[in-house]
């Protein structure tokens, strides 16, 4: 009689294989992989969920609420920004967390979003700009706001962003977009008077004003705990502060860490999260990026629809939030923007912002041929 127990093993990393060749086929510009991803979906689950909790429950650790170890910030730190592998058919191991490239499925990601809106939202850093040592010059170019300018042409479009609105709005500089600064902790959407300033945006929602005076006196403390730190900087995102570890010494990651924490033992109302190379104290309330989308789909008037196609685009653990709401709600889709597989909700991925103009770039081509057709029909009639 066959032991399943002693098969089990076997058996999952022969699955993991072929789930692996699958995504290697399916990510290779020789073949586009068409249905590849419906029968990775059904191998995945076939693997079991246990392996899924788990990876819910690493990332949950470390989010700042009580159990965080300031080791376990440190080793997803020194991972956030890892080196450019593509990853290999040989990472069997990293077979469950392999995301179908966007580009390369995407028509089929057109396919399912068939008769229904599609509404984009923009993570900024890692995503519209590419990851820099300088926060003050994470620029983006040219050629991506051309991009982002021409998605707002043809579908309601967010940046959802951990920085402070006004420092996103002067990289961006995009006045008919919606913003959620401060990890969705500020949102705006563009005025619709005539006789408003132009750039000037309408406050949707702030819910935690009451902290501005409480984040500005921390800001005084953090910048003062810090300063002995070679190449540590805090930066205020209004609503959240930003602790950047980047240009800090590896082996003064921890002691920096310790202070940080340190902190909000006079403030039991923040609470620490954690971005690439950055810890971050925001308001210890239930709110975050994937509270904001809702508030956004709440705000366009699709809060109970069915025919609304969110696309989330992000490459940060923030993003996380949101790619788990739509994931939650059954609807769109959530993209990971990262060269190396990750532990994440997204269902596919992008490899970095390049990748991310030729994404934008071609759903507008997408829609523009739409309207020709549509145009084209109606002169038939
Ligand atoms: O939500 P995001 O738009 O991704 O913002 C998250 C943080 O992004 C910025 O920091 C990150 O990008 C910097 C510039 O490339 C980089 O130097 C830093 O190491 C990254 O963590 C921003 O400076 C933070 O305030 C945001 O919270």
Redesign the pocket.
Known sequence: MMNHNVMAPDLKSQINAVITAMLWISNSPVFPGAGIPEFMALLREFLGKSQKKLMMKRLKDGDGKGGAKVTSWIDSMRA??PPRVRPTIHDCDNSDLLRPSALNVFDQIIYKSRGKKIITFL?????L???????E??FMTEKMREAVKNIARHFPTAI????CIDK?YNFVRLAELYYAGS?GMDIKGPTKTRNSKKGKRAVLFQPASQFLPTINEVEKILVEKTKSVPGAMV?N?KF?L?V???CVEEKSWGALAEQVKSVLNDYPKLRLTQ????L?IRPNIKWD?GKALEFLLRSLGYAKSQDVFPIYI???R??EDAFKVLRNRGQGIGILVSKVPRETEASYSLQDPSEVEQFLRRLVEYKRSRVNLTSVETCRL
């Not at 959802?160 to 920085?163: L, Q, S």
Request: net charge negative; aromatic share 4%; charged share 35%.
């Open positions: 956030s920004s993570d900024y850093d890692g995503t700009s590419p990851i820099v040592a300088d926060p010059k994470a959802v962003t951990g920085r996103v990890h930066e995102n959240c930003s950047h570890f980047r971005g690439r190379k950055v971050e990026k992000g490459d940060d923030t993003d």
